[in-house]
């Protein structure tokens, strides 16, 4: 796809929507707080107000960008977390319930043979 078909399908609405995205907010609030920080030092240090301004923004979009990558990055970690967290329950289930089938089958199986044993007992021996 081109560079114009992609601007296409950009919505009106997509900016409205723009902070219910997964860590979009997080991302924006970290670069306007440190483009804003890093700015204001930049005018403080005795840069014209013109290029402090450029580096609030450039260091507040680059901010941004490495803030929602990291959130990313995290939440790919967390999701192959929960992943092999399913996995392992999953695989204990169906341990226990093998071992549950083969304790029941082990009790049914002795009370099969339960009344042969009792049937081989002689009446006369108490022990």
Request: a positive charge; one cysteine or more; proline letters at 3%.
């Amino acid at each position: 796809a081109t560079l114009g078909e992609a601007v296409t399908t950009i919505k009106a609405d997509d900016f409205l929507k723009v902070h219910q995205a997964p860590c979009t907010r997080e991302g924006l609030l970290t670069g306007i707080g440190s483009g804003s920080a890093i700015g204001f030092l930049r005018y403080i240090v005795g840069a014209p107000i013109p290029k402090a301004a450029n580096w609030a923004v450039g260091s507040g979009v680059a901010v941004s960008v490495i803030a929602y990558e990291y959130c990313q990055y995290q939440r790919r970690v967390e999701r192959a977390n929960m992943k092999r967290v399913v996995e392992v329950v999953t695989k204990k289930q169906a341990e226990q319930k093998r071992q549950e089938d083969e304790k029941r089958l082990q009790r049914q199986t002795e009370q099969e043979l339960a009344p042969q044993k009792t049937a081989q007992k002689s009446w006369y021996r108490f022990w």
